[in-house]
């Protein structure tokens, strides 16, 4: 599909499920710059994704339900992991149902670590939700808010470093999650209701001067 920008965007895989692949960044001359919606989703077979250089954004559900899909390959020039937030879509997830029934780019995969480049700014509702072998991942600088979902239910996961920049932890974001402990920020300024509920091996959690709200049942359990 042709972007406004001149750039394509792949929009549906059409093949068997091979165990690696690795995405083309150009198809006759013209750049390919994003991995649309749903593009592989359900890709069973797939265990390998190698993402090339000049991809700039991976949206929605693009590798959802890949549930063989252990290894991810991102590029530097990777800025979005979900889809660009619409500026008109109310806080939070109980006021969207329609939002907040997309996938997440990674939802349900068998990814165990992945490196995430340098230049990511943006991370997508539910982006790695069900990942249940995740077991560690460091967040880069450029992530200000770690929406709704988006580590829930990663049941193995114990440990994460969080970007130095947040300032929002968002409903439901480490919802039963295997965190072991959990050093918040000075930058950020809320962690939302149910943010960090279920997380039953939480056992050390450091907040620090400038946290200005803890939401209802945030630690509950």
């Known amino acids: 599909e042709l972007l406004k920008s001149g750039s394509l965007r792949i929009t549906k895989f059409i093949g068997f499920d091979e165990k690696e692949i690795s995405i083309p960044n150009q198809l006759d001359g013209t750049p390919i710059t994003v991995v649309g919606e749903n ?34 390959l991102l590029p530097s020039t990777l800025k979005w992991l979900g889809n660009k937030p619409k500026m008109s879509t109310p806080r939070y997830s109980w006021e969207t149902p329609s ?6 780019v990674f939802q349900g ?30 967040l880069p600088n450029g992530i200000t808010v770690i929406p709704e979902n988006c580590f829930s239910s990663c049941s193995s996961l ?39 509920k279920g997380c039953e ?8 001067e400038g946290l200005t709200k803890i939401g209802d049942s945030a630690f509950e359990n």
């Open 39 to 72: 593009a592989f989703a359900k890709c069973t077979g797939i265990e390998k994704v190698i993402i090339p250089e000049g991809i700039e954004s991976i949206e929605n559900g693009a590798f959802a339900g890949c549930e063989s899909l252990k290894t991810v």
């Open 201 to 208: 091996h939480l056992n050390q959690v450091l907040l620090h």
């Open 109 to 138: 995969t068998s990814i165990c670590a992945i490196d995430l480049p340098a230049g990511l700014t943006f991370l997508g509702k539910k982006a790695f939700q069900y990942c249940k072998s995740l077991i560690k991942i460091d």
């Open 158 to 196: 114990k440990t994460i470093a969080l970007p130095d920049n947040l300032s929002a932890i968002h409903t439901y974001a480490f919802y039963n999650t295997g965190l072991e402990q959990i050093d918040i920020p000075p930058s950020c300024k809320e962690i939302a209701r149910v943010a960090f």
């Open 99 to 104: 939002e907040m029934s997309h996938d997440g």
